[in-house]
């Protein structure tokens, strides 16, 4: 059995069509387990309203949704939330046993939160990727570094596509994020 996980993170910025739309074309044409809800420019109002739409849609496709920084929102539809590593620590009190994703950017890092009571880490990034345009990837063996340093899940993010994804799950990953590979599917 497969334990690798594909998770789709969204940026609608991306896509050619309405994300709802473009969401339903990745659910038919190459089913992710997770989607990392990802709309960075809405306010909490605006992202909780294409939230609710964007759950029942992972819902019927069996897919689990995972919400991005909003925390209140992600208790409401009763979800994992995404956090920096700043937002986590900042709000810890806050977060009252909700699972939460971190996001950490070097091996200490990924200590920090090792015990924390995170369920997962998104390590990044580890490819040059558009979205840190500017700024050389970290590498395999800084994922390799943060896997072997943690025992909770690790999710690699950062310019994977096609050609370098077995890397990373030969680097134990867990799972690999991908934004673009399926916004412009």
């Keep these: 059995m ?16 309405p994300l709802y739309e473009q969401l339903e074309r990745v659910f038919i044409t190459s089913k992710p ?23 029942v849609l992972c819902d019927l496709h069996c897919v689990r949704l995972v919400v991005n920084k909003y925390y209140e929102v992600a208790r409401e539809l009763g979800t994992t939330v995404q956090l920096s590593i ?10 009252n ?10 091996l200490q890092e990924s200590v920090r ?20 345009r500017g700024f ?14 943690v025992d909770i ?11 370098n994804i077995e890397e990373v799950a030969s680097a134990g990953a867990s799972g690999a994020c991908q934004m673009s590979y399926y916004m412009k599917l």
């Design 2 to 17: 497969c334990t690798f996980k594909k998770i789709c993170v969204t940026n609608r910025h991306l896509s050619e069509r």
């Design 33 to 55: 387990d997770v989607v990392i809800l990802r709309e960075k420019d809405l306010s909490e109002d605006e992202y909780r309203k294409l939230a609710y739409k964007i759950k």
């Design 113 to 132: 939160v090792r015990g924390s009571g995170a369920s997962a880490i998104i390590a990044g990034h580890i490819y040059e990727t558009d979205c840190k």
């Design 153 to 163: 899940p690790v999710y690699a993010i950062g310019g994977i596509d096609q050609f």
């Design 97 to 106: 046993g909700l699972p939460v994703w971190v996001s950490v950017h070097s």
């Design 86 to 95: 700043i937002d986590y620590e900042s709000n810890d009190a806050n977060l």
């Design 136 to 149: 050389p990837g970290r590498g395999i063996d800084f994922l390799t570094s943060i896997v072997e340093q």
